[in-house]
């Protein structure tokens, strides 16, 4: 049974760090990517951030470029989202996707999210 689960959210002030853990169990996480995406109140999901299987390449949004840092640990079936210079507009959802991509299907499974929430 494929399992994800995200954790690490909660209330931040502007300018404050928190980091988030997506754990996933149930598939060979290794042959992954995994992404980060968000959704705020009213707007559709964003992506946010992606890292390969392997941890060697990564990717941002614009809007979170050099503030956050995705990672990945293989041996613990975890990747996280490390966030600092936190702002308001950075308030959401926050959910773990593990894609797959092969050459005649993908799969993809996502978390339940968890809530970032940037305020005074």
């Known amino acids: 049974q494929v399992r994800i689960v995200e954790s690490g959210g909660g209330l931040v002030q502007p300018g404050g760090s928190l980091r988030l853990s997506c754990a996933a169990s149930?598939?060979?996480?290794?042959?992954?990517?995994m992404n980060w995406y968000r959704q705020a109140p009213g707007k559709e999901r964003e992506f946010v951030a992606a890292i390969t299987s392997a941890g060697g390449s990564t990717n941002y949004a614009d809007s979170v470029k050099g503030r956050f840092t995705i990672s990945r640990d293989n041996a613990k079936n975890t990747v996280y989202l490390q966030m600092n210079s936190l702002k308001l507009e950075d308030t959401a959802v926050y959910y773990c996707k593990a894609e797959w991509v092969g050459l005649v299907g993908r799969k993809a499974y996502w978390g339940q999210g968890t809530q970032v929430t940037v305020s005074s």
């Open positions: 149930g598939f060979t996480f290794s042959t992954y990517a």
